[in-house]
């Protein structure tokens, strides 16, 4: 393992690293940057799809890490500085003084991440999530329960994004995954695949409890507040979750874990 001691902020070895808010915002050319040592943990494990490229940390964490570090490939460049300079690049208080850079897996169409998916598989699909801690929380449950795949539309937020990885604990690094898709052509191709595709919306006459579980399922989920599309909802089956006190709809990632429990549950 070559250690490199970065002592400047502007050292170009790190470009990749420095003013991270502002490329969240503007992207990585296909890498992304994972905070944390749980994120880094999946980063490194055989079940992740992405390939670490660099790591950034503060000096004091190096020994605690060798054993996650030493799954590395060997060409891996580990840097480490003090606090004040790893402020100084990422451009905020990095209070755990862990980050790594990666790099995204290729693209997969739906038809390559529902290849080989068995005759009970559940997938979560998702139109319209703009909102990354949703998002991150879509992948953790989908890891949680089991999903086969996560599939997005072309509207939906980068689940690559840091806070979403963050949030997601890793699994965005691991779950295989299609973006970009259109929501209609999501759909159809779902159930060309022989997926039952449940479209979760309060409007829906049938009660999710009293879905019938077994064979491929997709459960698709749109943004709080609009919810799916009217053109989406009538190519699939709607379902709701009963809910009291007035309320009419739940935060999406809460919605998706009850969808993902009933539906992974086997009698």
């Known amino acids: 393992m070559a250690v490199i001691r970065i002592d400047d902020p502007d050292d170009p070895r790190i470009a990749g690293f420095r003013d991270i808010r502002e490329r969240d915002l503007t992207g990585r050319q296909g890498l992304f940057v994972a905070e944390g040592e749980v994120v880094l943990n ?19 964490r190096l020994e605690g890490l060798a054993g996650v570090i030493g799954r590395l490939p060997a060409d891996t460049p580990v840097h480490v500085a003090e606090p004040p300079i790893l402020d100084a690049i990422a451009g905020f208080h990095l209070h755990r003084g862990i980050l790594a850079l990666g790099e995204k897996p290729p693209p997969r169409s739906l038809e390559d991440c529902l290849a080989g998916t ?36 072309g509207r939906c937020c980068d689940p690559f994004y840091r806070k979403a990885i963050r949030v997601s604990v890793g699994a965005a690094l691991r779950t295989p995954m299609a973006t970009g898709l259109d929501a209609l052509a999501m759909v159809d191709g779902l159930k060309a695949a022989g997926f039952a595709v449940m479209a979760l919306t309060p409007g829906a006459s049938t009660p999710l409890d009293q879905t019938p579980r077994g064979g491929r399922v997709a459960i698709l989920l749109g943004p709080e507040g609009p919810g799916l599309s009217p053109e989406v909802i009538d190519r699939c089956e709607a379902v709701g979750i009963p809910m009291s006190g007035g309320f009419d709809s739940l935060n999406v990632s809460v919605a998706s874990g009850i969808a993902l429990h009933h539906f992974t549950r086997r009698a």
Do not use: E, W, Y
């Not at 490194?44 to 004091?60: G, I």
């Not at 068995?118 to 139109?127: F, Q």
């Open 118 to 153: 068995g005759p009970d598989a559940v997938v979560v699909a998702a139109c319209g999530i703009g909102n990354h801690d949703n998002m991150g929380g879509l992948f953790r449950n989908a890891a949680a329960f089991g999903a086969a795949a996560v599939l997005l539309d």
């Open 42 to 60: 999946v980063l490194t494990s055989p079940q992740s799809l992405c390939r670490p490229v660099a790591l950034l940390l503060d000096r004091k």
